[in-house]
């Protein structure tokens, strides 16, 4: 499953959620519209775990959770838990974060 954020809710989303992988982005990042296809097709593959799009500019709380300074940055929560994060533009790097949380 994968949604977009409409509200700065993400902490909602990760408590009711077991795994929750979130893709934060922004209008302006190049490299966010490129990675976005590659997110939602692997939220495709992985239909056990909740795939979020947050845009860290509008909602500055769901930022928060993981630490966002750079973008994109994908983060993976599990059981409520922050777990890890990486800045990246490599579908690769993306694969490998997923496969640790699932």
Known sequence: MIKELETDNLNSIVSENETVIVQY??????????MKPKFKKLATENENATFVIA??????????????????????FKNGEFKGQVQTNKYDVLKTLVEEVI
């Open 55 to 76: 845009d860290a500019e509008k909602f500055p709380e769901s930022r928060k959770l993981a630490n966002v300074d750079n973008l994109p940055t994908f983060a993976t």
């Open 25 to 34: 982005s922004a209008g302006w990042c190049g490299n966010c519209r490129i």
